[in-house]
C-alpha cells in the first residue's frame, strides 16, 4: 500500500518550481528543527530510517497541510512520544 508521499511516477502535479538563491531555512524554528533531528540521530536516539518511515505515517491531510520541517517536527514528537524523558524507550 502506498502512502500519501510516495507519488512517484504520477501526474498531475504541475511544474516543479526551483527558486533562485532559496534560503535553508525560512524560520528560525526550522534551524532549530534540523538541529534537533540531527543531535537526536547522532546520538543514537532513533535512526534516520525510523525518522523517514514517522514522517511518512503521518496522516495524509496532516501530510499535506504541513510544510517540510513541519512534517520534521511531527516525526520527532512522534518518535520521542514513548521514550521517556531522555529518549529511552
Same mark, same amino acid.
Given at each position: 500500500?502506498?502512502?500519501?508521499?510516495?507519488?512517484? %511516477?504520477?501526474?498531475? =502535479?504541475?511544474?516543479? &518550481?526551483?527558486?533562485? *538563491? &532559496? !534560503? @535553508? =531555512?525560512?524560520?528560525?524554528?526550522?534551524?532549530?528543527?534540523? $538541529?534537533?533531528?540531527? /543531535?537526536?540521530?547522532?546520538? %543514537? /536516539?532513533?535512526?534516520? *530510517?525510523? =525518522?523517514? *518511515? $514517522?514522517? &511518512?505515517?503521518? !496522516? !495524509?491531510? $496532516?501530510?499535506? $497541510?504541513?510544510? #517540510? #520541517?513541519?512534517?520534521?517536527? #511531527? +516525526?520527532?514528537?512522534?518518535?520521542? +512520544?514513548?521514550? %521517556? @524523558?531522555?529518549? &529511552? %524507550?
Amino acid at each position: 500500500m502506498s502512502r500519501v508521499n510516495d507519488v512517484g %511516477g504520477q501526474g498531475g =502535479f504541475g511544474a516543479l &518550481e526551483i527558486e533562485a *538563491d &532559496e !534560503p @535553508p =531555512f525560512h524560520a528560525d524554528w526550522e534551524a532549530r528543527v534540523y $538541529a534537533l533531528n540531527s /543531535v537526536l540521530v547522532r546520538n %543514537g /536516539v532513533y535512526r534516520l *530510517d525510523e =525518522f523517514r *518511515d $514517522a514522517v &511518512e505515517r503521518m !496522516p !495524509p491531510r $496532516a501530510y499535506l $497541510a504541513a510544510s #517540510y #520541517y513541519e512534517r520534521w517536527l #511531527y +516525526a520527532i514528537e512522534t518518535l520521542l +512520544a514513548g521514550r %521517556g @524523558p531522555a529518549g &529511552e %524507550g
